[in-house]
DNA sequence: CACCATGTTCCTTG
DNA sequence: CCAAGGAACATGGT
């Protein structure tokens, strides 16, 4: 399986990123893609980001913010990235010849951020108003399990669509809403506001616990984005670049349709919410 | 060759 | 008006 990215390695690119771009000053600006940056143009873009230098780099459920200085230092540009479902970010020696799917590049003399997606499913745009439209991040004060249980409240949505709705709280996606009702055991097609408060602090607890864990084992990954090859060894599976063979079992439910589960050996089952796959224990998940 | 996969937004239906 | 469901986006893998 490919890598798409949620929370967890939406947070170990930034962590990894953001300590090489700190300072660097933006040359130029390719954009090849002018779908991604949309509504922002090309123009504009160029305009802003060319002379401006990079002083932080943050993430706010799957996107990435990038903030910079202006070249005389007096304001401030702001950039919202999102890596949609096969975007990719990583610095390179710079070169004359971009990958294929190569949206936005941005040139710091010597080195190149890449920004690449196979689909163009993700963006690279100025400002940050598209965050204002999502819920707490999942580590905050804010997200607490009160306020899950008030989420779900009323609801007769199945809730591992509920969880999936980035209002409610930021970052989960399709893969790890499998993984934190598996943790929960929870059946993912209980209608959310029918849960227990029992059952809502479990919620609560495999949402933190799960995210946390997975954004623990992708820090420990070495990341190698030149190699060429390979770029998504953080994600979801644990495989350092170079070391082929090593190859060890995140995911506890998603994507074994079919296979015994962890826990009690029954046989994992797929099933289809909102045109999207599920897949949970129904002996363990009630 | 037909179908499936991910995330987000937009549109339609109930 | 709101909830729920599905399509569209683009590409490659099976």
């Known amino acids: 399986m490919s890598a798409m990215p949620e929370l967890p390695e939406v947070e170990v690119l930034v ?4 300590p090489l771009l700190k300072g660097r000053t933006v040359r130029g600006v390719e954009v090849r893609r002018a779908k991604v940056i949309a509504p922002t143009s090309a123009r504009e873009l160029k305009r802003k980001l060319t002379g401006a230098t990079f002083t932080g780099l943050t993430r706010r459920g799957k996107y990435l913010l990038f903030q910079l200085r202006t070249r005389g230092g007096r304001g401030t540009v702001l950039v919202t990235g999102h ?7 990583y610095l390179q020696s710079s070169s004359r ?10 040139n710091f003399g010597r080195h190149d951020l890449i920004y690449e997606d196979q689909r163009y499913f993700g963006r690279f745009t100025l400002g940050d108003d598209i965050l ?23 609801s007769r949505q199945a809730v591992k669509v509920r969880l999936l709705d980035q209002r409610l709280v930021a970052g989960i996606g ?11 055991g929870i059946s993912p097609r209980r209608a959310a506001g029918r849960l227990k408060i029992a059952e809502v602090r479990r919620l609560w607890r495999a949402v933190r616990g799960v995210l946390a864990e997975a954004i623990a084992h992708g820090s420990t990954v070495p990341l190698n984005f030149e190699d060429g090859k390979r770029r998504d060894g953080i994600f979801y599976y644990g495989r350092a ?24 050996g029954a046989g994992v ?10 897949y949970f224990c129904p002996k363990c998940q009630r």
Do not use: W
């Open 15 to 18: 962590r990894h990123l953001s």
């Open 241 to 264: 670049p170079g070391a082929a063979d090593y190859y060890e079992e995140r995911l506890r439910v998603y994507d074994r349709a079919g296979k015994p589960c962890f826990k009690c």
């Open 83 to 89: 890596l949609g479902m096969t975007g990719r970010m």
């Open 97 to 106: 010849v971009f990958p294929k799917h190569a949206a936005v590049v941005l």
């Open 269 to 278: 089952k797929r099933v289809e919410q909102a045109a999207r796959s599920t």
């Open 132 to 154: 204002e439209r999502l819920g707490p991040e999942p580590f905050s004060r804010e997200f607490s399990a009160e306020h899950l249980a008030e989420a779900l409240k009323g």
């Open 174 to 184: 399709n893969i790890y809403a499998s993984e934190i009702l598996f943790r929960a």
